[in-house]
């Protein structure tokens, strides 16, 4: 039996991206999930696609709002029972170059990016039960490289990478541990964005672009739920050794 048997897991940005990649992992290994997303319609949608009835629901949820996540954790606590895991995954990006970068737009990222990801951990710590829990953090190797025409991803994302390493340190004393992957390459509607973005000022096709962001070593784009099976094991007892990492799933691009 997975030592995720039966346990309860929020997936933070569920209607999308990576999410469902997560979702199917942690329900491979028995677990159950709660999808939060902003989008009603596209994340009950989310969690019927999966298909699995009582083991996935879904909750709207702002994660910029406290009272919002509030809502939402509490939700799953009723109608879950008990709450073992988080995986912050909501996240955005604005793609331009820096010197076009607007305080509006630079809020928006850091907010849903950073403040978000505290927040919800906030609240997700107040339900974990006297045995502790896990928090993987979704941050980006973006975080540790930075690309053109996205510094605020870049810079809440290296946040991420830092707010992990500070949670894990503060919170160990609760049993909860805390890492972080860092993904790259990964076949989504955001780097199907980005390709769309630059193919134009490249003088690209867009989806001739797409096919080649992908990590050289790889040879291919890496899977969401390739991703969600490393989530997955860092959700597990089994990870209790790792902590506070930052750990890239990008095919080897980032060498550190």
Not at 115 to 140: C, M, P, R, Y
Not at 142 to 160: F, H, L, Q, T
Not at 187 to 196: E, F, G, N, Q, Y
Not at 210 to 223: E, V
Request: aromatic residues 4%.
């Amino acid at each position: 039996m997975s030592d995720l048997q039966d346990k309860v897991y929020v997936i933070t940005g569920g209607a999308g991206g990576i999410a469902r990649g997560i979702a199917e992992a942690i329900l491979e290994r028995g677990g159950r999930v709660a999808l939060f997303d902003l989008d009603q319609a596209k994340v009950s949608a989310a969690a019927a696609a999966l298909e699995v009835r009582d083991r996935a629901m879904s909750a709207v949820a702002n994660v910029t709002d406290l009272d919002s996540l509030k809502a939402a954790f509490g939700d799953v606590e009723r109608r879950m029972g008990r709450l073992d895991g988080l995986v912050n995954n909501a996240g955005i990006v604005r793609l331009g170059p820096a010197d076009e970068t607007t305080p509006d737009g630079l809020d928006l990222e850091l907010a849903v990016n950073v403040k978000g990801v505290l927040l919800a951990s906030q609240v997700a710590a107040t339900h974990f039960g006297d045995g502790g829990g896990s928090i993987v953090n979704i941050a980006s190797n973006a975080g540790k490289v930075g690309y053109r025409n996205m510094a605020g991803y870049n810079a809440s994302k290296a946040a991420v990478i830092n707010l992990t390493r500070s949670l894990s340190l503060e919170w160990a004393e609760k049993r909860i541990n805390v890492n972080a992957v860092c993904p790259g390459g990964v076949a989504t509607d955001m780097l199907k964005s980005v390709a769309d973005f630059l193919a134009p000022r490249l003088g690209q096709d867009k989806g001739a672009l797409f096919d080649t962001m992908y990590p050289a070593q790889l040879g291919r784009h890496i899977q969401p739920i390739e991703v969600g099976r490393v989530v997955a094991f860092l959700l597990s007892d089994a990870a209790t050794i790792i902590r506070g990492q930052s750990i890239n799933i990008d095919g080897g691009d980032t060498p550190y």
